[in-house]
């Protein structure tokens, strides 16, 4: 049975980004760690492990950078108590969303005390989501459900009149 515990952050970072977070008990925690967390991409670590959480991370604004996604990811998995932190995926969108900005675009004149008047004007703002799905894993012996790096079939064919695998 998998517990579920949502952990939403909501942070107010540099240049309007915030970045939150979900992490998902998949096995038993260990006592929080201190130290540095080494970080795999897309391979397991070379020694046994066992997962004990996966963490989505997403960051959403103009600001939004995969450090603070990175940063946020090791925080969720140290806390769980992990030795190693393997990242799974890394999506990032970005989008120009049209939006109407008020610019001076004239002065008025013959009224007394007349200045400025703006228009509306039709703008592109650029909008960046980032989503980075990871896997907090502890060392020890391999769990009972495989991780995603070692169930992945092979799409290779077979060599031509070798049998084929059931």
Known sequence: MRARVPALLLLSLA???SVRSVVE???SPGAPGRGPLPVYYAV???Y???EVGVIDTY???PGAHLDELLHDAETRAR??????LVIRDVRTVARYVPRTEYRPCGRGFGMRGAGMFTCPVLVSALEVDMHLHASAVRRGEASEVAPPWRTVPSLAPAPWGAPHAP
């Open 25 to 27: 008990v998949t096995g």
């Open 59 to 61: 960051g959403q604004g």
């Open 44 to 46: 397991a670590p070379p």
């Open 15 to 17: 240049g309007c980004a």
């Open 48 to 50: 046994p492990t066992h």
């Open 79 to 84: 806390a769980l108590g992990a030795d190693a």
